[in-house]
């Protein structure tokens, strides 16, 4: 029986990787609303429900190196058109496992479902919570395949002062006891530099697929 994608991450986030052969895995989606690829070293993941021999096909006619062939744009725009999803970016995906104890951070869980943050978090996950500190946002939810999600925000005028590497590793300890994931905009040097330094590592790379209609600025949240 065919690994399911939930079964892949959770194998990723002990860093049990699929075999670096230079193929490419296709899967199911979890649910409806997240399809994607995953990219880990020499090994591509299409988690979709579209026909597996219409994916491979469709990577073979892509003019490239065929290890990136997953994460080409031509295949994603392929896929896009094939599904009627939208895509903003390809993320570094990293993963942390959970920390005991509590949160040195002073935070405060926001338990109105009707905050503008709860309300925006809860397109992209399910089960949110959110905390907010003093210049700064934590939220944690279950995004792809069920998976624990984090993302942060910190306010400009309170940066470089260490909270968003904060509130990161506050989000391991808030965890339960299951693996903490980020999607991280490889662009975003300053949210990289904090969670690596939270303890934080990258796994591999992600191009998720959104059938939600996107509203002003990005669709996800990105840490």
């Given at each position: 029986m065919?690994?399911?994608?939930?079964?892949?991450?959770?194998a990723a986030a002990r860093d049990?990787?699929?075999?670096?052969?230079?193929?490419?895995?296709?899967?199911?989606?979890?649910?409806?609303?997240d399809a994607g690829v995953l990219a880990f070293t020499a090994h591509s993941v299409v988690f979709t429900d579209e026909d597996p021999d219409w994916v491979h096909a469709t990577l073979e006619r892509v003019d490239c190196d065929a290890l990136a062939a997953a994460m080409n744009p031509r295949f994603?725009?392929?896929?896009m058109d094939r599904t009627g999803?939208?895509?903003d970016t390809i993320d570094l995906l990293a993963v942390a496992a959970?920390?005991?104890?509590?949160?040195s951070l002073a935070l405060t869980e926001v338990t109105d479902r009707d905050h503008h943050r709860v309300v925006r978090a809860r397109t992209h996950r399910d089960e949110v919570r959110v905390w907010a500190a003093d210049?700064?946002?934590?939220?944690?939810?279950?995004?792809?395949?069920?998976?624990?999600?984090?993302?942060?925000e910190v306010d400009e005028g309170v940066r470089h002062r260490g909270l968003g590497r904060e509130l990161a590793r506050a989000a391991r300890q808030l965890a339960g006891g299951e693996p903490v994931w980020a999607q991280l905009?490889?662009?975003?040097?300053?949210?990289?530099?904090?969670?690596?330094?939270?303890?934080?590592?990258?796994?591999?790379a992600e191009a998720l697929l959104s059938a939600r209609?996107?509203?002003?600025?990005?669709?996800?949240?990105?840490?």
């Open positions: 065919a690994e399911s994608l939930r079964d892949i991450l959770d049990d990787f699929p075999p670096a052969d230079g193929s490419v895995t296709v899967v199911r989606q979890h649910s409806h609303r994603l725009a392929a896929l999803r939208t895509n959970p920390l005991p104890g509590e949160p210049g700064g946002v934590l939220v944690l939810g279950l995004g792809v395949a069920g998976r624990l999600e984090v993302a942060v905009a490889p662009g975003n040097a300053r949210s990289l530099r904090a969670f690596l330094a939270a303890g934080y590592r990258p796994v591999g209609a996107r509203s002003a600025g990005c669709s996800r949240s990105r840490s």
